[in-house]
T-cell receptor
Framework: QQPVQSPQAVILREGEDAVINCSSS?????VHWYRQKHGEAPVFLMI?????EQKGHEKISASFNEKKQQSSLYLTASQLSYSGTYFCGTLKTDSWGKLQFGAGTQVVVTP | DTEVTQTPKHLVMGMTNKKSLKCEQHMGHRAMYWYKQKAKKPPELMFVYSYEKLSINESVPSRFSPECPNSSLLNLHLHALQPEDSALYLC???????????????FGSGTRLTVV
């Protein structure tokens, strides 16, 4: 079952902040975050694990609320290079290998 | 080498053709995946291979036939495709099907397939 991601799109000026949310109705083992630029591969940014462990990108932060099965990705002091489509991917506690992606959030950072 | 390499980058094929997509990784990853991505949509899981064995088939039509000849290579054989199969086909790998839950996936840049 696909996680629900919001907002669908966000436009920022350089230096502004944004939050992207991802939620699931199922118990999750981990939440992945990827960024995909047009015509390119999705690039792994961050993984948040059940129990609070995080692994990922130095300049991007995220949180995972296990009680609510929700994750948020924080884009702080945005740069032009942050533009792209951000996808959350979820792995349920009872599934092995079935990484399911949310619909994506298109982020445009303008000068 | 921290890359997943996919060939060809672009492919145009007729509905009666047979073609293959190739994916290669040399990171020692033991799980490999095929995803299909339509324009402005998220990647959709098609197949999962774990230790060279097919582990998950997400009810994909038989005109798509995956193959994992060895731990570094993943193929997707295509036959009698329809125009609606036109999409970006992404390959990904992770340390293992279990470890992928903790360490993330590495994606290739994809093959853009057009069926005419």
């Amino acid at each position: 079952q696909q996680p629900v991601q919001s907002p669908q799109a966000v436009i920022l000026r350089e230096g502004e902040d944004a939050v992207i949310n991802c939620s699931s109705s199922k118990a999750l083992y981990s939440v992945h975050w990827y960024r995909q630029k047009h015509g390119e591969a999705p690039v792994f940014l961050m993984i948040l694990l059940k129990g609070g462990e995080q692994k990922g990108h130095e300049k991007i932060s995220a949180s995972f609320n296990e009680k609510k099965q929700q994750s948020s990705l924080y884009l702080t002091a945005s740069q032009l290079s942050y533009s792209g489509t951000y996808f959350c991917g979820t792995l349920k506690t009872d599934s092995w290998g079935k990484l399911q992606f949310g619909a994506g959030t298109q982020v445009v950072v303008t000068p | 080498d921290t890359e997943v390499t996919q060939t060809p980058k672009h492919l145009v094929m007729g509905m009666t053709n047979k073609k293959s997509l190739k994916c290669e990784q040399h990171m020692g990853h033991r799980a490999m995946y095929w995803y299909k991505q339509k324009a402005k949509k998220p990647p959709e899981l098609m197949f999962v291979y774990s230790y060279e064995k097919l582990s998950i088939n997400e009810s994909v039509p038989s005109r798509f036939s995956p193959e994992c000849p060895n731990s570094s290579l993943l193929n997707l054989h295509l036959h009698a495709l329809q125009p609606e199969d036109s999409a970006l086909y992404l390959c990904a790998s992770s340390q293992g099907k279990m470890e992928g839950r903790r360490y993330g996936y590495t994606f290739g840049s994809g093959t853009r397939l057009t069926v005419v």
